[in-house]
């Protein structure tokens, strides 16, 4: 699926995410693992805000997005909450920052949509300090064999619909990557991953 494609996709998602905050079911997930994010604060493919409610209020967070609507959404949620909040309209994948300038980075359900997953997650490593820290929540394979089955067979389904991969071993992924992985919980039959890494 080509960019324009995949942001337009998103673009049309931004109110459902939105609803998703006030009624968000994986809260006790991103709280376990979002609550420790600190200092200067790197959120790719921040969607609608979904994990403001889970940071602390002396963070200073910057937003990353390629859809208008979803920073639109994002922006106007942020009003709600003491940190501050800085956003840019780009794309995650081309997108050039800073070497070692952030505290912590988070990604929260993103990995999904990324051509080059292990790219993106070789940028985490030249854009978060030394002694800073990769929080992401992510969903992919289950390991349930069954249900692995049937995410690859809805696989190219879903990427035309939501523009999103179902089958993504997210383990396999920051492995291959630059990245240190320090710590993994799977949940919900292996279907969501918390990650904890470093540079």
């Known amino acids: 699926m080509d960019r324009q494609s995949l942001i337009q996709k998103f673009d049309k998602q931004a109110k459902k995410y939105n609803k998703r905050r006030k009624n968000n079911h994986a809260y006790k997930f991103r709280q376990r693992i979002f609550q420790e994010a600190e200092g200067k604060v790197l959120e790719v ?29 994002a922006r106007n949620a942020a009003k709600n909450y003491p940190f501050k909040t800085t956003f840019i309209q780009e794309d995650v994948e081309t997108v050039e920052l800073s070497t070692n300038s952030f505290d912590t980075i988070i990604s929260s359900a993103s990995l999904c949509a990324y051509q080059d997953p292990i790219h993106v997650l070789n940028n985490f490593q030249k854009w978060c300090k030394p002694e800073g820290k990769i929080l992401l929540l992510e969903h992919g394979i289950c390991t349930n064999k069954t249900v692995g089955w049937v995410q690859k067979l809805s696989n190219p389904l879903a990427l035309k619909l939501v523009g999103c991969h179902q089958d993504r071993n997210i383990t396999e992924i920051v492995k291959k990557s ?3 992985l320090i710590r993994e919980e799977r949940y919900l039959g292996g279907y969501l991953y918390l990650i904890w890494a470093r540079p």
């Open 45 to 73: 493919s921040i969607g609608s805000g979904l994990n403001f409610p889970y940071y602390n209020r002396n963070i200073e967070l910057t937003g990353i997005d390629f859809s208008h609507e979803m920073l639109k959404t």
């Open 178 to 180: 630059n990245l240190k």
